[in-house]
């Protein structure tokens, strides 16, 4: 069965900050998906990373994938309070999501 | 927004009964998946349905059921309601599923709140 696991589950943080949301996952997969989820919200696609060693970067927020580490990172450089928001990476075709990081970034 | 549409966009009912949720797809897209949110949980995935066909289910009893229409629009069926059914449910919409050639992602609806009691 594939497991998707994050870490860490909550993430306080102040702006300007960087830190980093680990996913790891339990058996091989093609692809790997963030989404951002805001309180009471769908959720919101962020990337999509397709092959090992792919990065991809959008604002603040960059996305990696090690396919053989199984391992994708969410980078957050400088933070700011708008990125506050449940994180979530997703495997398989996508259906196969963590827990979910609840980030706030505190002024 | 994406484009995904839900209805209703709240509902309550008790347990027992039968509930019938519906998606309006990304114009475009052939496929649907729906998930269940419990609070403060991850989607869970429930099915996926590619050009009326199922195309992959969770673990989900057989009392969740779907439909896909031509017009690609989706239903999700939940008979014999239980309490711990109540959740969001969210549908997403995409293109052919299994597609590596191509930065293909899903499109969230905004979701529909069950609550049942």
């Known amino acids: 069965e594939l497991k998707v696991e994050q870490n860490p589950l909550f993430l306080s943080m102040q702006e300007g900050k960087n830190y980093t949301i680990y996913c790891n996952y339990s058996?091989?997969?093609?692809?790997l998906y963030w989404y951002r989820q805001d309180p009471g919200k769908s959720l919101e696609s962020l990337f999509v990373l397709l092959s090992n060693g792919a990065v991809k970067q959008e604002g603040r927020l960059m996305a990696s994938l090690d396919t053989k580490a199984r391992l994708s990172t969410l980078h957050i450089t400088a933070a700011v309070h708008d990125l506050s928001a449940t994180y979530f990476c997703a495997v398989d075709i996508g259906n196969v999501f963590g827990q979910g990081t609840r980030l706030t970034i505190n002024p | 927004e994406t484009g995904v549409t839900q209805s209703p966009t709240h509902l309550i009912k008790t347990r027992g009964q039968q509930v019938t949720l519906r998606c309006s797809s990304q114009s475009g897209h052939n496929t649907v998946s729906w998930y269940q949110q419990a609070l403060g949980q991850g989607p869970q995935f429930i099915f996926q349905?590619?050009?009326?066909?199922?195309?992959g289910r969770g673990n989900f009893p057989p009392r969740f059921s779907g439909l896909q229409f031509p017009n690609y629009s989706s239903e999700l069926n939940v008979n014999a309601l239980e309490l711990d059914d109540s959740a969001l449910y969210l549908c997403a919409s995409s293109l052919d599923p299994g597609t590596v050639l191509f930065e293909e992602t899903q499109y969230f609806g905004p979701g529909t709140r069950l609550l049942v009691l």
């Open positions: 349905y590619y050009r009326e066909e199922e195309n």
């Open positions: 058996t091989t997969s093609d692809r």
